[in-house]
């Protein structure tokens, strides 16, 4: 008796007929009944009958072939279709009954119709992971990968990444890649197996910001709940605020940099960025991975920094305009002295850090800490990495903005 | 026209009621399962659906031809909903107290309760709901119910959400409140065991008062739905959607007979004319100049006429199946389907602004003979295409006899094509809610509204009529806690369902009034507080200003406080204007001066103490 038999259960007075599923409980069969229903019966208490071996192939159903075979097009732009798993085009596990994903970017296409006929696609697979096992390796690999695309000629890239750690891969992009084209990271909130799914309207917007004039690495998710329009962030100034919305990705102390309407396809910028073909093509893909981010709370024990004496990077997320304990300002201080670099951001997310007004402040200054600005704390710890790994002086990098993390006015309106 | 012999036909009918039911929250989100309306709407928000494939792979038939109409969904928010309504938040665990409420129903109809109960998303690309799907779980199976004319067997018993409300069609699509969706709905599915039209009835009224003998089921127009499933012997399973009232269901059924067995005689005639239906083509040069509103109206737009030969057909397609309804309105709904406004068709024409010579000319573009017929479509070049090949699809199946379809109910007991039957693909595993293990044992098995009828009969000593009313009314429990509180039991039942009806029909706005004016109003009238003969002003002013309470309603009606002292003087004035009368008529004279007194006191005094006064008072004088 296996998944995908059809098999006759008794249980009691009542007798289902229908095709056995993987459970995910030991004490229950479940049985798909020929109305469609699922239903779960008691193991011990069951009698089962196989009456017909392997009816429904259930590891493979979903994954059927019959493949969209795209035509080349000379009049299009060719877009590269990059995809790291997460929910663009997922489905669902039947074993666990979680949401993963299990498409490559031939996939995408085959799930999303509407992207047809608006590009040439290459479709690439970098990783097949859901976005919290994301690690910076596969920034390195993702980043090698749009460089290679881009050099074998993609007018654009769309990165499918989930959307949990999308800010971090796409911040880190950012730094790596010296991009004439666009690269723009996008993704689904709620699961592509619901006919509801964000992951359409996303996608088309993305191919349409790939083929737009802007070269820059952005990210391109739903501007509100509705499916109108999709907001571009610049990927170093973006955090996903929300845990389930639609629009969960937000612009951080700017409004968003661009626009994709759905119904006219139409992209718009509301700031300059760099054009099409003004930057050349160019990798820097070195990464020092001993950085970390720590957030301090009040009461917090010291001691949480003896776990980063060997680190290359701190970013801490301080209080308000970037504030720590007095009592974490020695600590601070050794840690500097034995060569790593500390860099301050605010959990407030929300304005920019200045440890020149108060005392704990120029204490931390004194200790050698160094203010990222208005840098996200996600974004900082990207930038961190690459910038011990890239720059002889990472402390001034982290001063200066390299991607338009930093930002050099305060004006949140705009 | 004469009943038919259902059993010689082979009638086999099943129901699948929907009820939604009275819980405090939704049944996967915390909101209340409150109506609301469209005005109120505090935002909106537009969304699109896109077909996915089910767990086993396949695209279902009927969210594939629903999705080919490319819609745009609105939906209106309120402050009574939240994320989850609005698929921007994953759905919570299933509400306990609705599936309490399942359990009990599945007691009720003798069924066996699921060891595991899995919930599946039921796709419905329609935009009635925001996911894309219906969350749906099998609760219970194999159970039974009594009739007249035997058992009917119940399959099975579903709990799942209710869809979002359709407000209106837009522009682009159609708006859809959100409102009702997510509140808690059972589905109950009877087998194929109803053989006559009387038995659809009251098989659907024994479950109706199953239902509502919970204590826990919405009441009012729109929370109870009826589907109605009926095939005879050569015919086919036809699902009726949307049947609103109980009195319909016998009406329904035995009209859908008279369709099967129209479509049948239909096909038998068209397979020995040899009947076929030709390729559709464009016919929009025939009326190039025509002066039909419809048809001009749409070249003027842009458009083209389609049109499909149908040969054999002449005379049928104007063939009754139902009241006004022809077989050409069969092709005529499948033609709407695809956007267009209907058909024309030969046996109707000449007619509508469409010459002779038009239909002269138009038979013989299309080869079409005088034992033929000529469906058209005047649309957009799109739409007139789409709906012609729709249009001759069910002309050719008209030649085969009856198609499996959903159809929905219209008021006068007819039905029109909806969709195709929805086949068991459309069903996959909600992900986001885990299985749950219901125990029957915890639920306690409620009184049938048949035996609480016995017991108002026994016990209060109502009337068969009234205790039948209260019962099967709206406000049983409100009559149960006024009962328990002291209130004489024929007082009660007469103040909420006679009092509060007359009220309504005076125009007092009795729907403000709420179960605590009402039970205070009551135990007003129990505790002395109140003269029986005021509660109509006391509720009148209640539904006038419903801020009050009853005791303030009370003194707003300037009923308070009438002490016995006070009725005798007013009763002794009475007597007193009334003088000469009394002295000659005696007692003869009570029933009239009774009436003037109570005006006196304008209901302020209770009616057995004024008598008692007045009859003094009167002996005092003889
Ligand atoms: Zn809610």
Redesign the pocket.
């Given at each position: 008796m296996n998944p995908g038999d059809r098999v006759r259960v008794e249980r009691g007075s009542v007798a289902n007929e229908g095709v056995l599923m993987p459970s995910t409980t030991a004490d229950h069969l479940v049985v798909k009944l020929p109305g469609g229903y699922n239903v779960g019966i008691d193991r011990e208490a069951a009698a089962v009958e196989v009456l017909e071996r392997d009816v429904y192939d259930v590891e493979s159903a979903g994954e059927d072939a019959d493949a969209s075979t795209v035509e080349f097009d000379d009049d299009l732009p060719t877009v590269s279709l990059i995809s790291t798993g997460g929910t663009i085009a997922s489905t669902v596990d039947y074993r666990t009954g979680a949401v993963t994903a299990q498409f490559d970017a031939e996939d995408v296409l085959r799930a999303v119709p509407d992207l047809a006929g608006r590009a040439n696609y290459r479709g690439r697979v970098v990783a097949n992971i859901l976005s919290e096992n994301m690690t910076p390796a596969v920034w390195q690999d993702l980043a090698r990968a749009v460089h290679e695309e881009i050099e074998a000629g993609a007018d654009g890239v769309v990165v499918m990444h989930g959307t949990d750690t999308m800010q971090y891969t796409a911040s880190a992009l950012s730094f790596m890649l010296e991009t004439p084209v666009p690269v723009v990271f996008t993704g689904s909130q709620r699961s592509a197996d619901r006919p509801s799914s964000d992951n359409v309207m996303n996608a088309v917007c993305a191919v349409e910001a790939a083929t737009s004039d802007r070269a820059e690495v952005l990210l391109c998710m739903h501007a509100s709940s509705s499916d109108d329009a999709c907001a571009l962030h610049r990927a170093t100034r973006v955090r996903k605020n929300h845990t389930s919305r639609r629009d969960a990705f937000e612009t951080v102390g700017a409004k968003p940099i661009g626009r994709v309407d759905y119904d006219d396809e139409t992209v718009t910028f509301r700031r300059d960025g760099p054009e099409r073909g003004a930057t050349d093509l160019a990798i820097a893909p070195d990464l020092e991975t001993s950085v970390e981010l720590l957030k301090f709370t009040p009461g917090m024990n010291p001691a949480a920094l003896d776990y980063l004496d060997d680190a290359a990077g701190v970013v801490i997320e301080g209080t308000g305009l970037g504030h720590v304990a007095t009592d974490w300002i020695d600590r601070i201080e050794e840690l500097i002295g034995a060569g790593t670099t500390v860099t301050m951001t605010s959990q407030c997310l929300e304005g920019r850090v200045c440890d020149r007004v108060y005392d704990t402040g120029r204490d931390l200054l004194d200790a050698g800490v160094v203010e990222a600005g208005d840098t996200l704390p996600e974004t900082a710890t990207a930038k961190l990495m690459w910038a011990l790994a890239n720059r002889s002086d990472p402390a001034a990098a982290m001063r200066e903005s390299i991607a338009g993390e930093l930002q050099p006015r305060s004006v949140p309106w705009t | 026209m004469s009943e038919y012999d259902y059993e010689a036909l082979g009638l086999v009918a099943g129901l699948e009621i929907h009820q939604q039911l009275d819980t405090a929250t939704?049944l996967f989100?915390?909101?209340p399962t409150e109506r609301r309306e469209p005005e109120n709407a505090v935002r909106t928000f537009s969304r699109y659906l896109h077909p996915t494939t089910s767990e086993l792979g396949e695209l279902d038939e009927a969210a594939v031809e629903e999705s080919r109409v490319d819609r745009e969904f609105e939906y209106l928010a309120f402050d009574t909903?939240?994320l989850?309504?609005e698929d921007d938040e994953p759905p919570g665990r299933v509400d306990d107290e609705a599936l309490d409420v399942a359990l009990q129903i599945a007691d009720l109809l003798d069924m066996t309760v699921v060891d595991q109960a899995h919930v599946m998303r039921k796709i419905v690309v329609d935009g009635s709901n925001t996911s894309g799907f219906q969350r749906s779980a099998l609760i219970g199976q194999d159970g039974q119910i009594e009739t007249d004319a035997g058992p009917v067997g119940v399959e099975d018993l579903l709990l799942e959400e209710e869809s979002a409300g359709r407000v209106a069609e837009t522009d682009a699509g159609v708006r859809y409140s959100l409102d009702r969706l997510?509140i808690p709905l059972v589905e109950i599915g009877t087998r194929p065991d109803i053989g006559t039209p009387e038995q659809a009835r009251e098989a659907a009224e024994r479950i109706g008062m199953l239902l509502r003998s919970t204590g826990t089921v919405k009441r009012g127009l729109g929370t109870i739905r009826q589907d109605v499933n009926v095939s005879i012997a050569d015919g086919a399973r036809v699902e009726i959607k949307g049947v609103q009232a109980l009195d319909q269901i016998d009406e329904i059924v035995r009209l859908e007979v008279r369709r099967q067995v129209e479509l049948l005689d239909v096909a038998d005639e068209l397979a020995e004319r040899d009947a076929a239906v030709g390729s559709p083509q464009d016919v929009t040069d025939v009326f190039a100049d025509t002066d039909s509103g419809v048809i001009r109206g749409a070249l003027d737009d842009g458009g083209r006429v389609q049109a499909v030969p149908l040969y054999g057909f002449d005379g049928l397609v104007g063939r009754e199946l139902q009241p006004d309804r022809r077989f050409g309105t069969e092709l005529s709904d499948h033609a709407k389907r695809h956007g267009a406004g209907g058909i024309f068709h030969t046996d109707e024409l000449p007619a509508y602004g469409v010459t002779e010579a038009e239909v002269g000319a138009l038979r013989e573009t299309v080869d079409a003979g005088p034992e033929d017929a000529v469906a058209i479509v005047a649309d957009d070049p799109e739409t007139a295409e789409l709906a012609i090949d729709a249009v001759a699809e069910r002309a050719q199946t008209g030649i085969e006899g009856v198609p499996e379809e959903t159809r929905d109910a219209t008021d006068e007991g007819t039905t029109r094509y909806l969709r195709p039957l929805p086949g068991a693909a459309r069903m996959y595993p909600e992900t986001d809610v885990p299985p749950v293990e219901p125990d029957p044992s915890d639920v306690e098995r409620p009184e049938l509204l048949t035996e609480t009828v016995e017991r108002y009969q026994s016990e209060y000593g109502l009337d068969a009529g009234l205790a039948e009313q209260v019962a099967y009314g709206r406000r049983m429990p409100l009559f149960e806690r006024a009962v328990d509180a002291g209130v004489d039991a024929t007082f009660a039942a007469g103040v909420l369902e006679s009092t509060l009806t007359e009220l309504r029909r005076d125009g007092v706005a009795v729907d403000r009034l709420t179960d605590e004016h009402l039970l205070g109003t009551l135990r007003l009238v129990a505790d002395d507080d109140l003269a029986k003969e005021g509660v109509d002003e006391v509720l009148e002013t209640l539904a006038d200003d419903p801020d009050l309470d009853p005791e303030a309603a009370v003194e707003a009606a300037g009923l308070a406080g009438v002490s016995e002292d006070e009725v005798r003087d007013a009763v002794a004035d009475v007597v007193e204007r009334n003088a000469d009368q009394v002295e000659q008529e005696g007692m003869g004279a009570f029933s009239a001066l009774m009436g003037e007194c109570m005006g006196a006191l304008r209901g302020k005094a209770d009616g057995e103490v004024v008598s008692d006064a007045l009859r003094e008072e009167i002996g005092k004088r003889t």
């Open positions: - | 939704k989100c915390a909101c909903t939240c989850v309504e997510g």
